[in-house]
């Protein structure tokens, strides 16, 4: 389940414009954050209400206040603001419950939760996040010396005190085990949407947009996990006849329907272990392993023969068919650029020779 809900969160950034490493931190941050602090927030204004704790309820209300203020900061995007939000609402919403009602409710435990949020996470500058830290520790001195010396303006019986203690215990236990989780969390899922963009943006470097076929920068990587075997290996350009004529005739959006509806014939009519890519334009280049010349030769006159029986049905123009010349030349791994040319010259030949064939 956490792995399911983990995927779908770095599908989700991937498609996000947060691009900065610190940004995305913040925006994961600040969004559990917030999903911790309203519902608490919520809880003890209902709470409060039916206590009959006027200036409670006021002061969750003036809380949660703040809160739609950083919800509406993080679809801005504005991520610091939201963690300095946070961080001052949750200090003057303990110092006032402190000054108001004492510092026997563990109510202190929200500074803890503050001064461990400032430390772990990158919310504003280092500055920033020190003063506030700094402020924190002389509040808890103003409180601590007020009350060594004064009783509290209000004063709750001994069983609410007991309650609302264990609920401050609760917020700060699972508060600061939630902050250590966020953090850890964040490390993975910045790290995982990092390599997920490392690998589109590889995946943009070496494909083609139009066909999705591995591009002509691809091939030279290709080929250097080839090893020698048993079998021979062939490399075949193919070229679509007359490809110029139809995009002057039809256009080039005809013209792109074509070649998309090529690369997928090339792919469902040879092997799954051949290697097709589109080298450029109208051509197509195709490593076949484990045949010899003349089997590669039979393979795509067969293909050839084939596609031209086929009619393609395009958005554009309607019904069309094509043709295709192609040339084959056996496939030397330490000589690759030799093989090409070897195979782009017997292509050139059957282009001369009238097109529509196979040459090797």
């Known amino acids: 389940m956490l792995n399911k809900l983990r995927t779908k969160l770095i599908a989700k950034l991937l498609n996000q414009s947060v691009q900065q490493d610190d940004k995305l931190s913040l925006y994961l941050i600040s969004y559990a954050s917030l999903l911790f602090c309203i519902p608490i927030r919520i809880f003890f204004l209902i709470f409060y209400l039916v206590q009959g704790i006027t200036f409670l309820v006021v002061l969750n209300c003036e809380s949660l206040l703040a809160y739609t203020v950083a919800l509406l900061l993080l679809k801005r995007k504005k991520y610091k603001f939201i963690g300095l939000i946070i961080a001052i609402e949750a200090t003057i919403y303990a110092s006032v419950w402190a000054y108001m009602c004492g510092i026997s409710s563990y109510i202190a435990g929200h500074f803890l939760l503050i001064i461990v949020m400032l430390i772990l996470f990158p919310y504003g500058t280092a500055k920033t996040r020190k003063a506030i830290i700094l402020l924190i520790f002389v509040v808890i001195t103003v409180l601590g010396l007020r009350y060594a010396y004064t009783t509290p303006s209000v004063v709750f019986s001994e069983r609410l005190n007991h309650f609302i203690t264990m609920i ?30 490392l690998t589109e943006l590889t995946s943009q470097i070496y494909t083609d947009p139009l066909t999705s076929l591995y591009n002509r920068r691809y091939t030279q990587i290709y080929f250097n996990t080839l090893k020698p075997r048993n079998g021979y290996i062939c490399v075949a350009i193919l070229d679509i006849d007359n490809f110029k004529l139809i995009n002057d005739t039809y256009g080039h959006p005809c013209g792109d329907e074509i070649l998309v509806f090529l690369s997928n014939f090339l792919q469902n009519s040879l092997r799954k272990t051949d290697r097709i890519f589109r080298w450029g334009g109208e ?33 554009q123009k309607g019904t069309l068919s094509i043709t ?37």
Do not use: C, W
């Open 168 to 197: 401050n215990i609760y917020i700060m236990f699972f508060g600061i085990i939630l902050e250590i989780s966020i953090n850890t969390f964040v490390h993975l899922i910045v790290s995982r949407v990092k390599e997920g963009r």
């Open 283 to 315: 051509e197509f280049l195709i490593i076949m392993e484990n045949v010899t010349l003349n089997e590669a030769q039979i393979v795509i006159d067969k293909l050839r023969s084939k596609l031209g029986e086929t009619e393609i049905t395009t958005k």
């Open 324 to 360: 295709i010349t192609a040339g084959i030349a056996p496939f030397d791994l330490t000589n690759s650029d030799a093989s090409i040319e070897a195979a782009d010259k017997n292509l050139y030949i059957g282009k001369r020779n009238g097109k529509n064939q196979v040459v090797i």
